[in-house]
């Protein structure tokens, strides 16, 4: 009788431990897809290729897939992040350069208060004429950032260097900001 209610006793730990076993596998973390509109799709990656991205969300067993041109990143069970698009909205904090607006146009800062008069180039290791103009956007922001403006006019952008040398870009502009009421 103590032999049998023994292996009872040990059948019911075995048991409880394959369960647990196998319990602890079903709740390993899944494959995450976040999409450009803030959604997150808990999933199993199946495959990622130039136009889709197909995977097979928890709990179910159906094979779904999604355009990559929506998602914004996938982030996989291992901790490894692939990133294809940049966030449709991002936080930022007042002040910041990001929130720096860039114009040619007069009438955008029509109203506003003159802040000063900047200029920027970017720096020598740029590797195309678009990151040129794009590093030397980035310092015209800072500095109107930097003297309290929401809004530039830049009323002059001139690319440097001719043909085999690095790119570089000069952009002269005025700062603005809102009126003080």
Same mark, same amino acid.
């Given at each position: 009788?103590?032999?049998? !209610? ?14 647990? /076993? ?13 999409? *450009?509109?803030? !959604?997150?799709? #808990?999933? +199993? ?9 197909? #995977? ?15 998602? /914004?990143?996938?982030? #996989? ?8 698009? +940049? ?10 350069? !990001? ?33 040129? @103009? ?8 800072? /500095? &109107?950032?930097? @003297?309290? &403006? /929401? ?19 000069? *952009?002269?502009?005025? &700062?603005?900001?809102?009126?003080? #009421?």
């Amino acid at each position: 009788m103590k032999n049998n !209610r023994f292996i009872i006793w040990i059948g019911i730990f075995i048991v409880s431990f394959l369960f647990a /076993q196998n319990s602890l596998a079903q709740t390993e973390p899944p494959d995450t897809i976040f999409m *450009l509109g803030g !959604r997150k799709i #808990y999933c +199993k990656i199946i495959g990622v290729n130039s136009a889709k991205v197909t #995977y097979k969300e928890v709990g179910k067993s159906k094979i779904e897939y999604v355009e990559r041109k929506q998602v /914004q990143k996938i982030v #996989y069970k291992s901790g490894q992040k692939e990133v294809f698009n +940049k966030p449709l909205v991002m936080d930022v904090e007042e002040g910041d350069y !990001r929130t720096v607006i860039l114009t040619e146009n007069p009438a955008d800062v029509e109203g506003l208060v003159k802040k000063g008069e900047i200029m920027a180039e970017s720096n020598s290791n740029s590797g195309s004429k678009k990151s040129a @103009l794009r590093n030397a956007e980035i310092r015209l922001q800072k /500095q &109107a950032s930097n @003297l309290g &403006a /929401q809004i530039v006019l830049i009323t002059k952008k001139e690319p440097i260097g001719g043909y085999g040398e690095i790119p570089s870009y000069r *952009l002269e502009g005025v &700062a603005y900001g809102f009126p003080a #009421y």
